[in-house]
């Protein structure tokens, strides 16, 4: 059945040295971002701060900084662990996995999550950067699920074991918490996972795809073209020369 067709990759075309250098390159870019966040948390404790007004107030010109700003402001250090860990994890994935793709898959995610909440979010201050964790989460999800790649879709899989208790977070159920940023990251991680699902990662062809099918081409002319002689036709009343 096609819903199971997955291909597992061909790991002897894995250049191991290259690997372990992307793999160390994609854990330290979400790391610097997280450290980011938690320097920033640290300032505006240390100083006695309020960086909420950078965040994004919806159809005001004052919160259109916020979308790109919000991501780095969290309200406590616990909304800011909430969010470090699976934007570490995510983040990390998506680079290791997706690599070319990857920046522009963030970028876009990053953006169009925080233009969204500005065009249909309640008149508050939207802080925090869970729009982009659910749009990294989906987007993981989807796209392992619609790509015919073991390795993707396995990765789709952990994602929802994870953080599948994150789909109630796109509901209206707390009012402290901003369910347009989860509903609008976790829809742009769809439409990001359906608009480029053609692109990106390719699935190595594995050694036994590329394997000569087997043929009746081994035998040889000799073999198809003998004769059956007098005795043998007799022998074989239902054959009938032409």
Known sequence: MPLFNYYPRNTELVDKDLDKKIFKYSLLIPLAIVVVFWVVK??????????????????????????????????????LLSNSIPFLILTFALLYFYRNLA??????????????VWLGGRPSWHIGASGIVYGLASF??????????????????IVVFLYGSMF???????PEISWESHLWGAASGLMLAIYYRHQGPVRPAASWENEP??????????EFNEEITPE???KNPNHIDT
């Open 168 to 174: 109630w977070g796109i509901f209206p159920l707390k």
């Open 42 to 79: 640290l300032i505006e404790n240390l100083y006695q701060l309020d960086f909420s007004k950078f965040g994004i107030l919806p159809l005001q010109a004052e919160g259109l900084p916020g979308i790109i700003l919000s991501p780095f402001i969290h309200s406590n250090y616990d909304h």
């Open 232 to 234: 043998e036709d007799q």
């Open 140 to 157: 993981l999800f989807f796209s392992g699920a619609l790509r015919r790649d073991a390795n993707l879709l396995t990765i789709g899989i």
């Open 213 to 222: 099918e087997e043929d009746d081409s081994d035998y040889t002319d000799e």
């Open 103 to 116: 920046y522009r898959i963030f970028f876009l995610i990053y953006i169009l999550s925080g233009i969204c």
